[in-house]
Structure formats: C-alpha cells, structure tokens
C-alpha cells in the first residue's frame, strides 16, 4: 500500500512567518505623539527689561544735567553778585501837577465824561558801578486808589550809564466815559481835603549791560509809585500835588505763554 503524506502543521506556521517578514509594518506598533508645549518667549521679557533700563538710565542723566546746569547758573550768578554787587534802578516823582480834572454828568445820567491833565516830572538814577540799563519807551497810567483810570501817557526810550541822573516831563491826559459805579467813588475822593490819593504805573522793558560787555535780554519791568495826593484846580490855575511821601518801586515783569509775574 501506497502511504500518505500528510502536510505538517509545521509548514502553515512558516508560512504565516514568511507572511509577516514580507509585511514588517502590519505589526510594527506606531509611536505615540507628544502633546505640543509652546517653549517660554524669555527674549520678549529680556527686551521689556531692557527698554525700562534704558529709559531709565536717560531720565537719570537729564536729572543730572539738570541739576549740573542749576548748580553752575547758581554759582555764575553769585559770582557775578560778589564782582558788582548789582542794585535795582531808582525812580521819584518830583513834580506833579493838575491841570483838569473835571467829571461831569451826561443827559441820560447813566454815565458821566471825565476829562484830566496831568503835568509830571520824573527822575531816574542808576547807583551801579558797573550796569548800564537800555530802556525802552514807558507806558505811563494814573489812576485813582479806587481803580478808576485818571489817564495815559509815555516817555520816550534812554538810555541810563553808570552812575547816571535822568530827569524827563510827561503829560497824562484823559477824555473817557465813566460808568455810574466809577463816576460815584471818584466823586467821593473829589470831595476828600487832603486830596485824591492817585498812583502812577510804569511798564516798560530794559536791556542790562554788566561790565560793558556782557548784555542781558530785554526783561520786562514795571515801577508803582503811590501815596501821591490832589486836589481838582480851582481856575485856570494848575493845582500842585504832593508827593512829599510818595516812593516808588521797581519790580520784575516775567513772562511765561499767557501769563506775567
């Protein structure tokens, strides 16, 4: 008798070996992913860091410059102090006479016409050994202690040198319409005996020259002289007004945008 063959069990299992050797990725296991982590921006926080350093470091130097350029301004002008020992100009009213000071009603009564004429004479006298001073043009203003304006006038520029005298005349005239207000507290003054107290303001602008070399700019300055009492004339006749107690005094006029110190 013929015998059988048998295929043995053995032949299968190779060949499912042979199978999965010639298809290695049907039983390779994928890799499993990462989750995404966004790495921290430290240069973003380093340039921030940076910036405030830096802006830091410039308001410290402009601080410093600041303070360096006081300090000298500040020993300059002691300096300067110290060399010339400067004194402020001097002004006086040594005449002052009233030609018209007449206030009147209108018709209607709701005003009154003021009409002044003010002769007045001035000096100004330099005390500095070493400043000379370059005014320009006065604009002069009488008025009542009540702030009723008496009248205008000017002075015309000059020059004033070491240890100068200038004396000069003006006349401050006035034609105005006063309101009821006005009219009634100037005539209460009319009627004082001792006079009606006025005051005289002067603005002007004046350039210094120290040593005859170094000049300043032009700085703006206005002298108040007050305690200056007169009466209306009588006739055609001026009036004299004392100035016996009057004084005058000289102060700076700064200015900075809209507003003057």
Known sequence: MTDRVYPSSKVATNGATTTAAANPTATKPQPLRQPYRPQPQY???RQRRSNRSLCCCCCFWSILIFLIVALLAAIAGTALYVLYRPHRPEFTVT??????????????????????????TLASKNPNNHLSFAYES??????????VVLGNGSIPAF??????????RSIITAAAELDVESAKSLRSDLRRKAGV??????DTKVKVTVGGKLKSKKVGIRVTCQQIK?????????????VADSHCKVDLRIKIWRWTF
Do not use: C, E, Y
Request: aromatic residues 8%; without cysteine; hydrophobic residues 40%.
């Open 230 to 242: 007169g009466v209306a004339p009588k006739g055609k006749s001026p009036s004299v007004a004392s």
């Open 95 to 120: 005449s002052f006479k009233i030609g018209k000071l007449n206030l009147t009603d209108n018709a209607d009564g709701a005003s009154s016409h003021l009409v002044t004429r003010f002769n007045l």
């Open 138 to 147: 006065f604009a002069l203003t009488v008025s009542a202690n009540n702030d």
């Open 197 to 202: 107290p006025m005051m005289l303001q002067m």
């Open 159 to 168: 020059f004033s040198d070491t240890k100068n005298f200038t004396s000069f």
């Open 43 to 45: 240069h973003h926080r």
